[in-house]
């Protein structure tokens, strides 16, 4: 009698563990994308404003600036760029500064200019910029150019900062230095 009453209970326990077995189905189920952030587009167009200042060297006039002078900067600035291969950028800019001085008459200086540079990190652009153009006044044009660099920092999806250095001479055929000038800006982008 008890070899029954086990060999039932057996049976019975068999049953049960292979009912529990049965809902225990692994189901496949698709798992969640991670997301991650793509960083800041430095590709395409932007418009900006800047301020600064522009400093004439000592000895040299700077397309008819005052030997020695100290300047103010406002300006605006509009351009493209494009990253051909990853991390390289390369673009092109055009700039307008409206320029006072109190020794000397307020001037308009526009450029056409070429930057390249490396994107650094996600939020660092690092570049170099060199551009053509004119210095104007009422009775006055004097074609400029202008060497120099800069650091642009992304601060929001589409807002960037940067400041910028750029040595400057003009084409007046005079026999002095190559950069008779200087100007140092800081400006804000938006990125379209």
């Known amino acids: 009698m008890f070899a029954r009453s086990l060999s039932i209970g057996v049976a019975a326990a068999a049953l049960l563990v292979g009912g529990a077995q049965a809902a225990d189905l692994i189901i496949p189920t698709t798992p969640e994308p991670i997301y991650e952030a793509a960083g800041f587009n430095w590709e395409g167009l932007y418009a900006g404003v800047r301020a600064g200042g522009q400093f004439t060297g000592t000895g040299t006039v700077y397309a008819g600036s005052p030997v020695n002078s100290t300047a103010g900067v406002l300006g605006a600035s509009v351009g493209v760029n494009f990253i051909p291969v990853d991390p390289f950028l390369i673009g092109a800019e055009v700039t307008a500064d409206y ?3 109190n020794a000397a008459p307020s001037t ?4 056409v200019n070429v930057r390249a540079g490396a994107v650094v990190t996600d939020s660092v652009l690092v570049y170099a910029i060199g551009g053509l153009g004119t210095n104007s006044r009422t009775g006055f ?3 400029v150019y202008q060497l120099g660099g800069g650091v642009e920092l992304a601060v929001t999806d589409s807002v960037s900062v940067r400041g910028e250095v750029v040595g400057q001479g003009d084409f007046d055929g ?9 100007k140092a800006t800081v400006g804000v982008a938006y990125h379209f």
């Open 108 to 111: 308009g200086e526009y450029f």
């Open 141 to 143: 044009n004097q074609g």
């Open 99 to 101: 320029i006072w001085n």
């Open 174 to 182: 005079a026999s002095d230095s190559f950069f008779e000038a200087a």
